[in-house]
């Protein structure tokens, strides 16, 4: 069983309630200090297990008790033969030190990761314990020095010490409270009431014995109830906020400390009042009076201008992180929320990150041309309003910061495809007309995102030039989205690449090959897939991922796609007429499922060269399924409804899972050559293509691993039940030319694979 805060302390109040009864029955100090020992055992244990940031504070707090009890005992061992009243021992330096790490240790927690010293709350401590100090020199220290005489070589008088410490401590907790996140800390209520037990038995037993006797039952009490205390906060939970810094100052915090400031500053005047307040004279005390209170009315006064400030200054920092003409907030609320988010006080989730969402408005600018500024205005109001509200329902952060711009920050999230999801649904959001001065306008915009694992100030100003460089992109291939990719930033010089490929279309430069797809059980070729190759007449044969990226995201793309469509059916129908029966696959684009008709497209191929629906395959990469879920799936239901057969391209590269590609009833499933490859030596992507193909058979979905080099690799996949697989073990891409020679070869070659096996 875990031992808890809230267990440990109702035990140690247990346990202190027992102290008398067991004085009674002579075993108090084994009582005390097995409880004390125990106490600081948990101590060191929790403040090990938490290992809270930072450390080193937690570490002086533990060394402190266990000084403490380290001279509780050698203490108990002198007060038998008197030796502890009569002169100082090793016990005052263990006392001392303890008292001396406890102080370090709250001034380090004070001061951890501040960019400067933080005054503010640090003469408010001093107060506190100057009050302290001057109300324990009246009631305790000065007795002693009346009664003994005042050398530093007497005990009595070093002693003096603990209880003084013991305030100074009192005041750097009243510091710690106001320059760190303790205030909203829970853990901090413990080591106030640790603090604070350890003070009362020390200012008790100077008070009663000049800290010379044996200490009475009360005194261990106290002490004891210390101990436990400070068990108790190195096993809380918010131990570590102890130790954040403040993001902000919080103007009622300020107002509480101004609060806090008049019995601060009566506390050692009430206490010299009541002390003599018999051996006034009457005049004396009505002065005494009058003057507490001038000074309250006075400090109320203080107090009243102060709130009266203090609201002023909300209402302005309100107005200062409020967009002016949407209402919405402004880019200074959004570096509020980075810095909350930097100093705040739970960790982010493992394996989560933050985005940064840029959306621009298309077409603003002529907007405005057209219909004026002021219904430009009511527009921009009203696109923000629904933003806004669809922010705050998701928990996410939105801004507008400049004209049409806007930003959403969305912190630890789990995946980045929920990241582009989002993105696309507020596509959806906008799809909804706005009606303003009864004039309907639909309103589209491009968006640009930039992710980051951690997040620091940096890191921040770094998202939102990345997220301006890929809202450009997205503006330019008009894709609508982009995600910003280092690789795609990079200063290479591509741009012969859009330039010349429209000449690479009209002088016949693409060219199509064709990669066998082979059934592994019969070991026989049942189709093919289209990949192009562009014959450069100066570069040479230039492969698709040379020039693909660059013309993805323009209408370059679906040029190449029709290039593509209309010469696999042709060459369908040339190697039909040579009894050649192969089904084709074609790739395409996010771009063609989200902006073009596809699927009239295929019809008119397919027609046009008389090739039947389902000779004719459409591979569609795993990323491209799930950007727009409702739009694809109706897309691939009405080629489907053709007769065209559907597959997954890159499968395992992406977020989503095989139940949800199921809805899009696949027929095909393609194993990413990344998990194929490694499959013989990774155990990992065994077990990745074993699960996929377990469950793909329980969903009636046929796969084919991509990639397969190794006759090794092959004989694993015939062992799982693979349905298909295609690499350069059984062909790389060839000219149409040179498909029905491929053909053949692979049949003849199927006795050998068997002789391998």
Known sequence: MKLDWKTCWL????????????????????????????????????????????????????????????GGLIEANTDASGAFGMQLSPADLCLLTGHLALMSGLWQLACHQ??????HGFFQGWILATSLMLIGWQFLF?????????????????????????FIELGMLLWLWTSSA?????????????????AIGESIFHGTSNSLAVPHDINLMFWLLGYVSFA???????????????????????????????PLALLFPVALLLRYFQALHPATIGILLGFFIV??????????????????????????????????????????????????????????????????????????????FGLGDLILKAVAKRLYHDSKIHGDHFARVDGDEFILLMLNVPEKAMVEQQAWHIHQLLEQPFVVNGLTAKVSCSIGISTADSFTKHTFANMQRESERALLWAK???????????????????????????QAIYHRQIVVYYQAKVHLQTQTVFGVEALVRWQHPVRGLIMPGEFVPHIENTDLIHTLF??????????????????????????????????FDLVKEMEHALQKHAMPASCIEVEITESSAIADPRRVKKLLSALIALGVKISIDDYGTGYSSLLYLQQLSLHYLKIDQQFIREMHQDACSLAIVRSTLELAKNLNIEVIAEGVHAITVLQQLIGLGCYGAQGFLFSPPVAASDVAATVKRIAASRYELDQAN
């Open 11 to 70: 035990l140690g109040l247990l346990a202190t309630g027992c102290l008398p009864l067991l004085s009674k029955l002579g075993l108090r100090d084994s009582w005390y200090f097995l409880i004390a020992l125990l106490s600081v055992g948990v101590t060191w244990l929790g403040i090990w297990q938490q290992r809270p940031a930072p450390f080193q504070p937690w570490l002086k707090f533990a060394i402190a008790i266990s000084a403490q009890c380290l």
């Open 114 to 119: 501040q960019p400067q010293f933080p005054r």
């Open 142 to 166: 000065l007795p002693t020095i009346v009664h003994h005489g005042f050398s530093l070589d007497r005990p009595q008088i070093f002693r003096m010490l603990y209880p003084s410490l013991s």
């Open 182 to 198: 303790a205030y909203a800390s829970r853990a901090f209520i413990q080591l106030c009431l640790a603090t604070l037990f350890f």
């Open 232 to 262: 108790s906060v190195a096993l809380h939970p918010d131990l570590a906020q102890l130790g954040q810094p403040r993001a902000s100052e919080d103007d009622r915090h300020a107002n509480h400390i101004l609060t806090l400031l008049l």
């Open 295 to 372: 000074f309250i009315i006075g400090w109320y006064q203080l107090r009243t201008t102060m709130g009266n400030i203090i609201e002023v200054k909300q209402q302005l920092q309100q107005q200062n992180r409020t967009d002016y003409l949407t209402g919405v907030p402004n880019r200074n609320y959004l570096e509020q929320v980075v810095e909350q988010s930097i100093y705040a006080s739970r960790k982010p989730l493992p394996h989560s990150l933050n985005a940064m969402l840029l959306m621009d408005i298309d077409g603003f600018k002529a907007f405005n041309n057209i219909f004026g």
């Open 476 to 502: 330019e291939s008009q894709s609508q989205v982009e995600c910003y990719q280092a690789m795609r930033d990079k200063t290479t010089d591509k741009s012969w690449v859009i330039s010349e490929f429209r």
């Open 562 to 595: 029709k290039l593509v469509l209309n010469e696999s059916t042709r060459q369908w129908q040339q190697w039909h007429q040579q009894q050649l029966e192969l089904t084709i696959a074609v790739n395409v684009s996010a771009r063609d499922l989200m902006n």
